[in-house]
């Protein structure tokens, strides 16, 4: 990935990734409405198109936010395909009925299609880390949260009032918990690979 | 659950291990496919949680900034459905076009039709400064000659293009011309989110003054990307 050359669409996921007003507002302005009129013109309606772009817009700023998305296409086809595959998908999971997804191979080059599957996999991950992060104990959940918002592990102990030994070993432990739970959950493959 | 193994993954990534015992350790990753595996886990559940808390705020101040902009958008767009009977057709519009007899200059637009100013929202974001607080109410409230000495102030120590724009307008308001101009031009030249409405208020401090022509060249120069491009083509329109 890191040699393609970035297209300059890419101040548009800068835009996103620092919450610019005016580029969220181009983004709805020029992209937005050929999504409205697909998923109306595919068993949806405003509110349902409404919903898969604030979705996709969330999940941009975090691939954006996780230093894991440089565009390598036009932003237009990249934005619109992946709100297609994510209206066509929640209505296969509504309706029991098949729902094929035509890939646009024909109209797209592969490094879109690249780029698409790599935000797809960002997202199940995403989906899938913050499940299991729930699942952990409110003391894990808050130890994890003081431990990556506050300066060093001894402030960490400081404020839940134990040692620096109990909250080093603790960490670790959630942390791990957490890669246990993902790991069994399959699929969870490194970032890396992409 | 491997106690051990989390711990050891741990200090390796906490630089905590002596030479050796990272030496044995990248050996046993590098002859062990199933404990790499692990070791990648753990390492990028470190990274998710690293985002997760790290960009919290940013997260939750993009997630209400959207859907304000996402509801904004879909609602503009909503037609409205409102059932006339025909008299009440022909009354509207002779209201209307009687208003417009009495009120409205047919031959130049106006600087009242576009006036407009969006209001400001600095405090809302959990600031607790009190001058910013009273030059956003006073801001708000149409008090733009008293809101103009706060925004001074305000600009002495914390020089944004958000408070800067919302100066620029006051000054405009208040007919202050040169100043408002300097203000707008300097966000202009920038490459802040108020570049282009800078621009516009340029367009319209010109408009104020009567001066057709250099409005209508600085509307020329606003990008089709700007949010509110349809009242720069309607004006552009009236100029022509």
Not at chain 1, 22 to 49: C, L, R, W
Not at chain 2, 140 to 148: L, M, Q, S
Not at chain 2, 211 to 225: F, G, H, R, V
Request: glycine letters at 4%; aromatic letters at 12%; hydrophobic letters at 35%.
């Amino acid at each position: 990935m890191g040699k393609s050359k970035i297209h300059p669409d890419q101040m548009y996921i800068e835009g996103l990734a620092a919450n610019d007003s005016a580029i969220i507002q181009t983004i709805y302005k020029k992209f937005v409405p050929k999504v409205v009129m697909f998923v109306m013109n595919n068993s949806g309606d405003k509110e349902h198109s409404q919903d898969i772009v604030q979705e996709i817009m969330i999940l941009l700023f975090n691939q954006a936010k996780a230093n894991t998305l440089e565009l390598t296409c036009p932003f237009d086809a990249y934005f619109f395909l992946l709100c297609k595959r994510k209206w066509l998908n929640e209505l296969k999971k509504t309706s029991n009925k098949g729902v094929t997804i035509n890939e646009d191979a024909v109209s797209m080059n592969e490094s879109a299609i690249e780029l698409i599957t790599h935000t797809e996999e960002f997202d199940e991950k995403q989906q899938l880390f913050d499940t299991m992060f729930l699942k952990l104990g409110d003391k894990c959940q808050e130890l994890l949260k003081l431990n990556f918002t506050t300066k060093t592990m001894e402030e960490v102990a400081e404020k839940l009032n134990v040692t620096y030994g109990y909250v080093r070993k603790k960490k670790s432990l959630c942390v791990g918990q957490l890669t246990q739970w993902i790991q069994e959950a399959g699929n969870f493959k490194s970032l890396k690979n992409n | 659950m491997n106690e051990e193994r989390y711990i050891l993954f741990d200090q390796y990534l906490q630089g905590e291990m002596t030479a050796e015992e990272k030496d044995s350790f990248e050996q046993n990753l590098s002859h062990d496919h199933e404990l790499a595996l692990e070791f990648d886990t753990f390492r990028e559940v470190q990274l998710r949680l690293k985002d997760k808390f790290e960009f919290e705020e940013e997260r939750e101040a993009f997630k209400a900034n959207l859907t304000t902009i996402s509801d904004k958008h879909f609602n503009t767009n909503k037609p409205k459905v409102v059932v006339m009977r025909p008299w009440f057709y022909a009354a509207a519009a002779s209201i209307i076009i009687l208003f417009g007899l009495f009120f409205f200059d047919y031959n130049n637009p106006t600087f009242a039709d576009y006036d407009d100013p969006e209001p400001a929202s600095f405090v809302e974001r959990g600031d607790t400064n009190a001058t910013l607080k009273e030059a956003q109410t006073a801001f708000n409230d149409g008090k733009y000659a008293a809101a103009i000495p706060l925004f001074e102030e305000i600009l002495k120590e914390n020089k944004t293009p958000e408070i800067e724009y919302f100066y620029g307008v006051a000054l405009l308001e208040e007919s202050k011309y040169p100043k408002a101009e300097s203000v707008f031009n300097e966000l202009r030249s920038g490459t802040s989110a108020y570049k282009e409405k800078a621009t516009w208020n340029l367009a319209l401090s010109k408009l104020k003054q009567k001066k057709y022509a250099a409005c209508k060249e600085i509307l020329e120069t606003i990008s089709q990307d700007y949010e509110n491009y349809d009242d720069v083509e309607k004006l552009l329109d009236e100029l022509n």
